[in-house]
Nanobody, 124 residues
């Protein structure tokens, strides 16, 4: 499986972030696969943000649930992350990753492989 993230690079505070993850090598509707967004702010640890299951069910980190939304386009085999009300603290490298049927859906460690990541800076 290969994953390729893309995004705007720079977003202003209070705006909405939209990221795309194009998946190849497997269908995003493959049974029991989960697809996650994970981020790492500079100098900080990885943060699991949320995931979308093969079924379309979504899961979110409680700290981001009110601002983040994960969706998909099955025909394009593509995942999306939208997050509103951006703050400087949202500056990070954002990754998408896949979890095969093993490990917790809610833990970054359960996901492999990952994409190469896309840098997002929130600044005016």
């Amino acid at each position: 499986v290969q994953l390729q993230e893309s995004g705007p690079g720079l977003v202003k505070p209070s705006q909405t972030l939209s990221l795309t993850c194009i998946v190849s090598g497997a269908s995003i509707t493959t049974n029991y696969f989960h697809w996650s967004w994970i981020r790492q702010p500079p100098g900080k640890v990885l943060e699991w943000m949320g995931a979308i299951a093969y079924s379309g069910s979504t899961y979110y980190s409680p700290s981001l649930k009110s601002r983040a939304s994960i969706s998909r386009d099955n025909a394009r085999n593509t995942l999306y992350l939208q997050m509103n009300s951006l703050k400087a603290e949202d500056s990070a490298v954002y990754y998408c990753a896949v979890r095969y049927p093993s490990g917790s859906v809610y833990r970054s460690e359960s996901y492999s492989p990952w994409g190469q990541g896309t840098q997002v800076a929130v600044s005016s």
